[in-house]
């Protein structure tokens, strides 16, 4: 069945980076397309950048534009959220879901397949 598999979780200061991976599995579609979500507490889930695997089209949230940046190796059905100059407002329950049919959104409905989540909290 189709996965959609997350790093492990991390821990950085204000200001900080770091960098998380999801991997998809499952399908034998060459072309589809990933995005990250997350979630804090209290909150909706925000879809906030995503990428399209048979050109690298991207899109982001205001959010986080200019901040995040997501790329794909697309030999390795992995897609990379780069997240740099991290602020109080970043941490949460990060998720990266597959749309197979190749769609450029970042409306959690156009999304079928899920990870488990993982944790980014921004500490010092």
């Known amino acids: 069945q189709v996965q959609a598999l997350e790093s492990e979780g991390g821990v950085a200061q204000p200001r900080g980076s770091l960098r998380r991976s999801c991997t998809a599995s499952?399908?034998?579609?060459?072309?589809?397309?990933t995005a990250w979500f997350r979630q804090a507490p209290g909150k909706e889930r925000e879809g906030i950048a995503c990428i399209d695997v048979s050109d690298s089209s991207t899109e982001y949230a205001d959010s986080v534009n200019g901040r995040f940046i997501i790329t794909n190796d697309h030999a390795k059905n992995t897609v990379y959220l780069e997240m740099n100059n991290l602020k109080p407002e970043d941490p949460g329950l990060y998720y990266c879901?597959?749309?197979?049919?190749?769609?450029?959104?970042?409306?959690?409905?156009?999304?079928?397949?899920w990870g488990r989540g993982t944790q980014i909290t921004v500490s010092s």
């Open positions: 879901a597959v749309n197979l049919l190749q769609d450029l959104s970042l409306n959690s409905k156009e999304y079928d397949y």
């Open positions: 499952g399908f034998t579609n060459r072309y589809y397309t």
